[in-house]
């Protein structure tokens, strides 16, 4: 029998169409409109013309940058960072949140570790003392002082730990009467059901590690070190006159601040937008449904 649908019903579909539509561009608008403003010429970047298209097509904001072999150079301090922070992280957070996502009888101490590790996050000793730290363990001018500095961020933490409480203790108890142990149960059983909270987090941090530009500054002396962050933050804010050549002079008056920063932040995501991709379907919940029989 077709069912016929009510106007009320049509009505809302319409409405939902409507919301999802502007939605949507909400989100899309910006990308567009960071491109169309990093190709347009220096006339219409400044005077604000730039709007749902370029004006003055030009790429000279791109090869500004692209010609540079420190850009290439930050690009690929920028990838290891971010395959090394993530690693690191998702490594620290998984042998930690385990641990705290368990009852008090399994394991005494972790109130009061949630409480130490809460505090940390409301609480630190501000940049200067946490400079002299990494400057002590030899760190400065190296990739590890970049990975290791935001290694365990609690809020992913406590994302983490209140997963594994939703992990059914079945599951364990099953395990552990077949004779595996604390790791063999970490990794074999949790670890597989927590792919969704996992997926999430690698994007977090991967996304944190790679748009991140302060610590780069900071903790690195020479610009060859420096991750693309950094490096293209420094672009226009050290500009050398005395350094400049006839042509370089010319590009600049050529080159609007605005289309290069635009070229900036669309370089900058296009690596996050293609790992996206890749971990958006893990977004998903009942991951575990039927892993325990009734």
Excluded at 98 to 120: D, Q, T
Excluded at 160 to 179: H, K, Q, S, T
Aim: hydrophobic content about 50%; overall charge positive; aromatic content about 14%.
């Amino acid at each position: 029998m077709i069912q016929t649908r009510s106007p009320g019903e049509r009505l809302f579909n319409v409405i939902n169409i409507i919301v999802m539509g502007l939605l949507g561009f909400s989100c899309l608008y910006p990308l567009w409109y960071a491109l169309c403003l990093s190709i347009s010429d220096k006339a219409a970047a400044n005077a604000g013309l730039v709007t749902f298209y370029p004006i003055g097509v030009t790429l000279i904001s791109y090869r500004e940058i692209m010609k540079d072999l420190m850009f290439f150079n930050s690009f690929w301090i920028s990838i290891q960072r971010t395959a090394l922070g993530t690693v690191v992280t998702i490594a620290a957070l998984i042998t930690m949140a385990y641990p705290l996502s368990k009852h008090r009888r399994e394991f005494g101490p972790r109130n009061a570790l949630m409480w130490v590790v809460i505090f940390c996050m409301l609480f630190n000793g501000g940049t200067i003392p946490w400079y002299i730290t990494v400057k002590n363990y030899g760190l400065i001018d190296s990739i590890w002082a970049l990975v290791l500095g935001g290694s365990l961020p609690v809020f992913n933490l406590i994302l983490m730990v209140n997963f594994f409480r939703g992990i059914p203790r079945d599951l364990e108890e099953a395990a552990f009467v077949d004779g595996a142990g604390p790791w063999k149960i970490l990794f074999m059983i949790v670890v597989p059901c927590s792919v969704p909270v996992i997926a999430t987090i690698v994007l977090f941090t991967g996304v944190y590690h790679w748009n991140e530009f302060f610590q780069g500054l900071v903790l690195t002396t020479s610009e060859s070190r420096y991750p693309l962050q950094t490096y293209i933050q420094q672009l226009v804010v050290n500009i050398q006159a005395s350094t400049l050549s006839k042509d370089m002079i010319e590009n600049l008056f050529k080159l609007s601040n605005k289309s290069l920063n635009a070229a900036k932040v669309f370089i900058a995501m296009i690596p996050m937008l293609a790992v996206y991709p890749f971990l958006q379907r893990y977004f998903i919940s009942g991951i575990m449904l039927g892993a325990v029989k009734e």
